[in-house]
């Protein structure tokens, strides 16, 4: 069993089409229920189509992103903590390390500015209204749907460690992060 998985009573993995076939072997990642659904040509639509898998009695919904492997059981663990404690929308965040410029050529001060990852975590009713009512509008990550919606989102201390695989070296760093843990 895959410790991250120790709170879920389901799991639902979004992939393309091309790789169906392959996610089928995911569905013996433990004792959790885990179905496999076709994603959609945007985040949203591949968000959607997972969220109808989604039981209707599920209370929380935490959404995350393939292009972070190395989610720790810890940050799973913070982000459920506080929507336990009654938080609608919940992201991991970090401080922003560069210095920062506007496409103008201006400073930015970046202690105004957080980067926020995934997991990323909902109340299920409220979540599924966002999506029902988000209609054509233009967004980048779930916690977006809830604003749009008229909810606010918590934030709670993201990792360094849980990068996003955008580019090759990001993947060379994953790679060396992997194989300097313990597990």
Excluded: W
């Excluded at 799991?11 to 179905?35: C, Q, R």
């Excluded at 609608?88 to 050529?105: F, H, N, W, Y």
């Excluded at 809830?146 to 090759?168: F, L, Q």
């Amino acid at each position: 069993m895959l410790p991250f998985l120790a709170n879920c009573e389901g799991v639902v993995v979004v992939v393309s089409a091309e790789s169906i076939h392959e996610a089928d072997a995911l569905t013996s990642l433990n004792d959790a229920k885990v179905s496999i659904v076709t994603g959609g040509s945007s985040r949203v639509e591949s968000v959607q189509n997972g969220l109808a898998q989604v039981p209707d009695d599920a209370s929380h919904i935490l959404v995350h992103d393939g292009a972070r492997p190395l989610v720790s059981q810890a940050l799973i663990t913070r982000v459920i903590d506080s929507l336990a404690s009654g938080s609608k929308a919940v992201v991991p965040a970090i401080e922003v390390r560069d210095t920062l410029r506007s496409v103008s050529g201006e400073s930015v001060d970046r202690s105004q500015f957080l980067m926020v990852q995934t997991p990323q975590g909902f109340s299920a009713p409220e979540f599924r209204g966002a999506h029902a009512s988000l209609g054509t509008k233009a967004v980048t990550d779930d916690a977006m749907v809830m604003e749009v919606a008229g909810e606010s989102v918590t934030t709670v201390d993201g990792e360094t460690d849980n990068i996003k695989i955008t580019y090759p070296t990001d993947l060379v760093v994953a790679e060396a992060i992997y194989e300097s843990r313990k597990y």
